[in-house]
């Protein structure tokens, strides 16, 4: 007879009072029930403390943790990381969910014994409109081998180079994460999953993507309605991920593959536009017309980017005049 794997599904929250009720609501009724939700606080100030307290009284299967400090969602995860006692571990974000059947779809496919990650296609959800909007990557076009390193990294690029591969949300064999140390870096709060999934595949880790799309992933700005969820707590670090993929390029791991020194400078510069136009939208926004500026004075190249902005700001401001 064969024994269901048991999964345990880590929940990160902070600030989340009104909208982690989906996402607990989401664990709760998954058809492959979890062994275990774990549910790490990030040093919320507003009422999430009192709110995750009171679900854990009423679910056993539910644990709550906080982080010793506000240390953003590398450190919140492994707090839940180091907590888990399940054979898998799952991750979801408090403003995202589960589809009914997630936990079911991803332990069918790990029962295969071949692989120690698996992930689904995303699901993109509009918070505002409340309905699924479409898929990132779309039916029959994920790839069903093992994904390699090389692999990953090309569907990292960034800066409008398709869709980032980086938002996965795999679910994990335990002993393999043990057993070779793979944890979240615990100084990066933006970019996480991207070099965690570097470390594991750098381990050896076996990879697959499925062809369902069971992670409802809410889209900061909805597709449908055009307004902002407002529910994400994603610190904007586009410079620190441009920094940190041109520190990969010179590890002594990866530095002699030439093909992958590349894919990581194309990530870096997809990056860098992200960088600018994000500087540019902020500074617009917020009146300061001199910070682009003596940003074109010590980085002429930003200009091209900065006049695309102001290009598409005026004519998104014409379109509602």
Do not use: K
């Given at each position: 007879?064969?024994?269901?794997m048991?999964v345990s599904l880590v929940?990160?929250t902070?600030n989340a009072?009104?909208f ?13 029930a979890?062994?275990?939700?774990i549910i ?9 403390p009192?709110?995750l ?14 982080t ?5 969602p590398s450190?919140?995860r492994?707090v839940?990381?180091?907590a888990?006692r ?12 589960f589809a009914p ?9 790990a029962?295969?014994?071949d692989?120690?990650a698996?992930?689904?296609?995303l699901?993109?959800y509009d ?9 990132a ?15 990953y990294?090309a569907h990292?690029?960034s800066?409008?180079d ?5 938002l996965?949300k795999?679910?994990?064999r335990r002993?393999f994460m043990?057993?070779?140390?793979i944890r979240?870096?615990?100084?990066v709060r ?6 965690l999934m570097?470390a ?16 409802l992933?809410t ?5 449908v ?7 994400s707590?994603?610190v904007i ?6 920094d940190?993929a ?9 530095r002699?593959?030439?093909e992958?020194?590349?894919?990581l ?9 992200l960088d ?5 939208s902020?500074a617009l926004?917020?009146?300061?017309v001199g ?6 004075m010590r ?9 695309r ?5 005026l ?5 509602h005049s």
């Open positions: 007879m064969n024994v269901p048991s929940i990160t902070y009072q009104a982690i009720m989906r996402a607990v609501s989401s664990a709760l009724e998954q058809t492959h979890p062994l275990e939700i790490v606080d990030d040093c919320s100030t507003d009422g999430t009192d709110l307290g009171r679900v854990a009284r009423a679910h056993d299967c539910i644990r709550v943790m906080s010793p400090y506000n240390g953003g450190v919140a492994n839940g990381l180091g888990a399940g054979d898998w571990i799952a991750f979801l974000d408090a403003d995202d969910a059947d997630r936990l079911d779809v991803l332990m069918a496919r029962a295969a014994g692989c120690d698996v992930a689904d296609d699901a993109y918070a505002m409109a409340g309905q699924v909007t479409g898929r990557m779309g039916a029959g076009q994920v790839p069903r081998t093992p994904i390699s390193l090389r692999e990294i990292n690029r800066g409008g398709g869709f980032d591969w980086g996965l795999p679910v994990f002993e043990l057993a070779h140390g979240y870096d615990p100084v933006h970019g996480e999953d991207f070099l570097i594991f595949l750098m381990a050896g880790g076996r990879f697959f993507l499925i062809d369902h799309a069971t992670y992933y889209q900061r700005q909805g597709s309605s055009g307004r902002a969820s407002g529910m707590r994603t670090a586009y410079r620190d991920m441009h940190t041109l520190a990969l390029a010179r590890d002594p791991r990866i002699d593959n030439p992958l020194v590349a894919l400078h194309q990530r870096a510069a997809g990056l860098q536009r600018d136009s994000y500087f540019v902020v926004r917020s009146g300061a910070a682009i500026f003596r940003r074109i980085r002429p190249a930003f200009l091209p980017a900065m006049i902005q102001v290009a598409a700001a004519r998104r401001r014409l379109c």
